[in-house]
C-alpha cells in the first residue's frame, strides 16, 4: 500500500462506487479525507467507516456544478485540517446512451456543467491552496469515454475527453511547482451507476473485456491512491486505464 501519512485529501463524489472505495483505500494509506458529494446520508456513512477505522474524515455537501458550493469544500478543508495536500475529484454523470442526434439539450448542459466544469471549479480552487501549501497531488476521473471513442456516449466522451485535455494541460501549467496533476480512465465497474446503466446485469459487459471480467471499485481506488503517493512522484500528465485491457483493443 502506498503511503499517504499525514496527507490531507479530498475526494468529491465520495458517498459511493468508485468514489466511496478511494476515500476508504486513503483513509487506509495514512490520510485525513474530506468527502464531498451532494447526498448527505451516503456521506456521512463513508466518513462513520472512516472514523471506525481509526482516521479521520468530515463531510461537506458539495454540487460540483456550483463554483461556490466548490470554493465552500476547499475552504471547509483547510478551516479542519490547516491544509490541502491531495485530490481525487471523481463526482460526474453519465447522460444517455443514444445517438447524438437524439441527445437532449438539457442533458448535454448538465454533462458539460458536472463533467467539465465541476473538474475545473475543483482543480481551480485545490491548487490555489496546494500552491500556498507548497505543492500537492491531483486525481482526476476521466474514463476509456476519455481514450477512445464508442457509439451511443457522443457527449459523455466529449466530456471525458475533456477531463483528459485539462489534466495534461494543468500538469504542464504546475510541473515546475511540485503540483502533480493526473487522471484514472476506469473501464466498466462493478458500481449502481453501471448497474443502472446495464439494466441491473453490469456483468454483461464483461465480454466487452479482455480480461473477461468487470472491474471493482477497490482497483480503481488501488491505483488512485498510487497516483496521489510519492511512489508516482514523477508521473504527471497521464491518464491511466485501469480498465483490464479494453484501451489496449
Avoid at 65 to 75: G, M, N, T, Y
Avoid at 127 to 137: N, P, S, V
Wanted: charged share 20%; proline share 4%; aromatic share 6%.
Amino acid at each position: 500500500m502506498a503511503d499517504l501519512s499525514d496527507k490531507v485529501a479530498i475526494v468529491t463524489g465520495g458517498g459511493s462506487g468508485i468514489g466511496e472505495a478511494a476515500a476508504l483505500a486513503m483513509a487506509r494509506a495514512g490520510a485525513a479525507v474530506v468527502i464531498g458529494g451532494r447526498d448527505a446520508v451516503k456521506g456521512e456513512r463513508v466518513v462513520q467507516a472512516i472514523r471506525d477505522s481509526g482516521s479521520r474524515a468530515i463531510f461537506q455537501p458539495t454540487d460540483v456544478s456550483r463554483p461556490d458550493d466548490v470554493k465552500a469544500l476547499v475552504d471547509r478543508t483547510v478551516s479542519e485540517f490547516g491544509r490541502l495536500d491531495l485530490a481525487y475529484n471523481n463526482a460526474g454523470a453519465d447522460g444517455e446512451q443514444v445517438p447524438l442526434h437524439q441527445q437532449g439539450v438539457d442533458g448535454a448542459s448538465f454533462l458539460v456543467d458536472v463533467n467539465i466544469k465541476g473538474v475545473f471549479y475543483c482543480m481551480k480552487y485545490e491548487i490555489e491552496q496546494m500552491l500556498r501549501a507548497g505543492g500537492g497531488a491531483i486525481v482526476n476521473t476521466s474514463s476509456i469515454f476519455g481514450l477512445n471513442g464508442y457509439p451511443g456516449w457522443s457527449l459523455y466522451t466529449a466530456t471525458k475527453h475533456a477531463v483528459t485535455g485539462m489534466t495534461k494541460a494543468a500538469a504542464l501549467d504546475y510541473a515546475q511547482q511540485n503540483i502533480r496533476v493526473n487522471a484514472v480512465g476506469p473501464g466498466p465497474v462493478e458500481t449502481a451507476l453501471l448497474a443502472k446503466g446495464t439494466g441491473g446485469d453490469p456483468h454483461s459487459y464483461a465480454a466487452f473485456v479482455p480480461m473477461g471480467r468487470i472491474g471493482q471499485p477497490d482497483e480503481i481506488a488501488d491505483a488512485v491512491v498510487w497516483l496521489l503517493s510519492d511512489d508516482a512522484r514523477y508521473v504527471t500528465g497521464h491518464t491511466l486505464p485501469v480498465d483490464g485491457g479494453v484501451c489496449a483493443q
